[in-house]
Each structure stands twice: as structure tokens, then as C-alpha cells.
């Protein structure tokens, strides 16, 4: 069984298929798919998702930094309630995104760490991190005194090894997807020096497809090509990659 730890299935783009994004995923090996939230309005999606499968889907609640507005307070407010739901498996996805710009520096610190708060409530709720051009400002942030040590996955890691490293002495993984499969993609050689046990795999369906169907729309069905890339740069068998990955994403997020 593979587990797909990253997936926005529940967004339009799978209006009109979605029966049949399931049983690809399923057909292809991928039983567990996590459903991470970016705003208020994809909370009903997700649920109503994750409701009609709960061996399958596992929703995650959190304000993605993209969508973080000058009322973020009023925000985050409207978020807290969904956050304590039995039935959310992490605070998800959150972060900081500088890539573009920093229109809405402040706010995104603010909703960052109101949000870090929130696990340290929630009996160390597990983190799904988005981190964009932001890398020193998050650990700033996770390392600040007087937290609990956190846990977790930064989603789609796009660093160096060394922030590989890092990442991985504060007691999370790597999440890794199609960008591994890219012709110029620096990602394998930090998964070449990272141990299967600290790595999960995801897709961020409907985004980053992997070759050779990039270009198209992503989707869970195509995990298996991440684990076959990520056996072939390690030179072990795929069996090993599926067994890792697996028991590592069941462990993070509680899942059985």
C-alpha cells in the first residue's frame, strides 16, 4: 500500500471524475490519500470528501499562507473551529510563501505562528509546511522558545541538504513528488544522502505531475512513479521505498 500524504482531490478540477481518480489511485496501490485545506471556502470540500471514504481520506485543516489576507485574524478565527475536529489527522497546510512577494509579510508570520500555537494545544498535532523562499524565517519560528518540539512533513521540500538536515533534526520529513521526477531537478541528489526514514511521498494533486505525464493534470494514481525514482536514485527495491514511505506517513499522521 502506498499513501499519498499531500493531495487537493477535493478541488474542482476532479468535478467530473473524481469516481475514477479514485480507482486509479486505487487500482495503482494508493489506499490512504491526506486532503490538506487552504481557506475557508475548501473546508466544506474536504470534509464532504474525507466523509465518504474515511478508510481513505484523512482531512488536514489549516489557512495556507497564499491565502492569507489583511483579516487574517477574522481568518484564522473562522478556521480554529475545524482545526479541534476529531477527525483532523494534522494542521495543514500552513507556512510561509515569499516567492512572489511580501504584500502580506505580517499577516503570514502572524497566521504562522498562531497556527504553531494551535498544535501545541492540540497535544502536538502534527504540521503539513509549505515553505517558499522562507526557509530561515520557518525554522526561526519552530525553534522559538518555550514551544514544544513540533512534528511533521514539509510538504513538496524543495531544499538543499543541508536543509534537508535540518529539517530532519527538528523531527520531520520530506515530503517528495513530482518535482523529483524533473530533468533538472537538484532533489535527487539530497534524496540520494537522505535515509528512506525520514521520507514520505505525495503528489500536491492537482499540481506537479510527474514525468512523463507532466504537464497534465497530477493526480494520486501516479505516486508509485515517485516511489519507482526514488528506488531507482537509491538502487533498492521498490518494496523497500512502499514499506518506508508507508509506515513513515502512519506514523506522523496517526493512521492505521
Not at 476529531?86 to 503570514?108: H, K, N, P, S, T
Not at 494533486?205 to 508509485?224: C, D
Amino acid at each position: 500500500m502506498f499513501i499519498d500524504t499531500h493531495s487537493h482531490i477535493y478541488s474542482e478540477e476532479f468535478d467530473n471524475d473524481i469516481c475514477e481518480v479514485i480507482q486509479r489511485a486505487k487500482t495503482n496501490g494508493v489506499n490512504k490519500i491526506l486532503l490538506p485545506n487552504i481557506d475557508k471556502e475548501s473546508v466544506e470540500r474536504v470534509f464532504s470528501l474525507a466523509n465518504k471514504d474515511k478508510e481513505m481520506f484523512y482531512p488536514m485543516m489549516g489557512l495556507y499562507p497564499g491565502s492569507v489576507t489583511s483579516e487574517v485574524e477574522k481568518q484564522l478565527k473562522e478556521m480554529l473551529c475545524n482545526v479541534q475536529k476529531e477527525d483532523v489527522c494534522a494542521i495543514g497546510e500552513i507556512g510561509l510563501d515569499f516567492y512572489w512577494d511580501r504584500d502580506f509579510y505580517e499577516q503570514q508570520i502572524f497566521a504562522f505562528n498562531k497556527q504553531l500555537q494551535w498544535s501545541n494545544d492540540l497535544n502536538n498535532k502534527p504540521l503539513s509546511i509549505h515553505c517558499r523562499k522562507a526557509f530561515d524565517e520557518i525554522l526561526q519560528y519552530l525553534n522559538k522558545d518555550g514551544r514544544k518540539k513540533f512534528n511533521g512533513v514539509f510538504h513538496c521540500f524543495g531544499g538543499d541538504i543541508r536543509q534537508a538536515k535540518k529539517v530532519i533534526e527538528m523531527g520531520f520529513y520530506l515530503g517528495i513528488g513530482g518535482v523529483l521526477t524533473f530533468k533538472n531537478s537538484h532533489l535527487a541528489e539530497v534524496v540520494k544522502e537522505i535515509s528512506l526514514e525520514h521520507i514520505v511521498l505525495e503528489t500536491d494533486a492537482p499540481y506537479l505531475t510527474p514525468v512523463p505525464f507532466r504537464g497534465k493534470r497530477n493526480e494520486p494514481s501516479y505516486i508509485p512513479i515517485i516511489a519507482q525514482k526514488i528506488a531507482e536514485i537509491k538502487n533498492c527495491p521498490l518494496e523497500e521505498v512502499q514499506e518506508y514511505t508507508t509506515n513513515n506517513a502512519k506514523r506522523i499522521f496517526n493512521i492505521q
